[in-house]
């Protein structure tokens, strides 16, 4: 690939990094879909993207058609090369071996003893070697294996999944709490291990929404879907994770 520039993202015209719209300061208070709902016991359920969530470090709908991180963080993204459609939960991001969802460094996201990375996704061409789902550049990630198997790492501790199928929408979750590092798909557990090392945080490169985050720029795309991105600075609980796969089941 050519035309790339440092922190994994094409270099658009005119833009360096940091200086697109990047999208990022609309919130304006509008928490998409996700309506505050009276569970039973009347018990509040918060937004799916809880923006006075502490933990919650990125949240991406790609509803209204928009790349936008509408956590509390309001990380940029800069998108190139996308199209949305119908996706797992309202609209989703619609990607392409050219298309590039990049997001600055930032130590919002260097997480260490506790983390949750969580997504639908829609493999729509097996990847070659591998497709990137979200890439903190070596600090932690979720990818897609030619072997259609979800993985989960952080560092060099890897967990995996159970080989998913193209052309569907499958939740995919990694939860480290510090001990444990466990992989769920569909909201039920597959896989653990055991890793009590912090994860690193030393990646400067920032991170991918699609792609592998490298040095050199984005690597490994995602041809396909993906929707409902969460990061989180907390290990989300078993019926928390089971709660947001069946949200479109
Ligand atoms: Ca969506
Ligand atoms: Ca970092």
Same mark, same amino acid.
């Given at each position: 690939?050519?035309?790339?520039?440092?922190?994994?993202?094409?270099?658009?015209?005119?833009?360096?990094? !940091?200086?697109?719209?990047?999208?990022?300061?609309?919130?304006?208070?509008? /928490?998409?879909?996700?309506?505050?709902?009276?569970?039973?016991?009347?018990?509040?359920?918060?937004?799916?993207?809880?923006?006075?969530?502490?933990?919650?470090?990125?949240?991406?709908?790609?509803?209204? @058609?928009?790349?936008?991180?509408?956590?509390? +963080?309001?990380?940029?993204?800069?998108?190139?090369?996308?199209?949305?459609?119908?996706?797992?939960?309202?609209?989703?991001?619609?990607?392409?071996? *050219? #298309?590039?969802?990049?997001?600055?460094?930032?130590?919002?996201?260097?997480?260490?003893?506790?983390?949750?990375?969580?997504?639908?996704?829609?493999?729509?061409?097996?990847? *070659?070697? +591998?497709?990137?789902?979200?890439? $903190? $550049?070596?600090?932690?990630?979720?990818?897609?294996?030619?072997?259609?198997?979800?993985?989960?790492?952080? @560092? #060099?501790?890897?967990?995996?999944?159970?080989?998913?199928?193209?052309?569907?929408?499958?939740?995919?979750?990694?939860?480290? =709490?510090?001990?444990?590092?466990?992989?769920?798909?569909?909201?039920?557990?597959?896989?653990?291990?055991?890793?009590?090392?912090?994860?690193?945080?030393?990646?400067?490169?920032?991170?991918?929404?699609?792609? /592998?985050?490298?040095? *050199? !720029?984005? =690597?490994?795309?995602?041809?396909?879907?993906? =929707?409902?991105?969460?990061?989180?600075?907390?290990?989300?609980?078993?019926?928390?994770?089971?709660?947001?796969?069946?949200? +479109?089941?």
């Amino acid at each position: 690939m050519t035309g790339l520039a440092a922190g994994c993202q094409f270099a658009p015209s005119g833009a360096g990094p !940091g200086d697109g719209d990047g999208g990022g300061g609309d919130g304006g208070g509008d /928490d998409g879909p996700a309506a505050i709902d009276a569970g039973r016991d009347g018990a509040v359920t918060p937004p799916f993207c809880d923006r006075d969530d502490l933990d919650l470090r990125l949240c991406v709908t790609f509803d209204g @058609g928009a790349v936008v991180d509408q956590s509390g +963080r309001d990380l940029a993204l800069a998108a190139t090369a996308v199209a949305f459609g119908p996706g797992a939960v309202g609209a989703a991001v619609q990607l392409t071996a *050219s #298309s590039v969802i990049h997001g600055a460094e930032t130590p919002a996201l260097d997480l260490t003893t506790a983390l949750t990375l969580e997504a639908f996704v829609r493999v729509a061409a097996t990847p *070659s070697p +591998r497709a990137g789902l979200i890439d $903190n $550049n070596a600090q932690y990630g979720m990818w897609v294996g030619a072997n259609m198997r979800p993985y989960c790492t952080i @560092g #060099s501790t890897t967990v995996s999944g159970p080989t998913i199928f193209a052309d569907r929408w499958t939740h995919v979750a990694c939860v480290f =709490d510090g001990q444990t590092f466990r992989i769920f798909v569909d909201g039920a557990q597959f896989g653990s291990v055991n890793r009590t090392a912090p994860a690193p945080t030393g990646g400067q490169d920032g991170f991918n929404l699609g792609q /592998d985050c490298t040095s *050199s !720029g984005a =690597d490994d795309p995602l041809t396909g879907g993906l =929707d409902e991105v969460r990061v989180w600075a907390s290990a989300r609980t078993p019926e928390q994770l089971a709660a947001a796969a069946a949200r +479109r089941l």
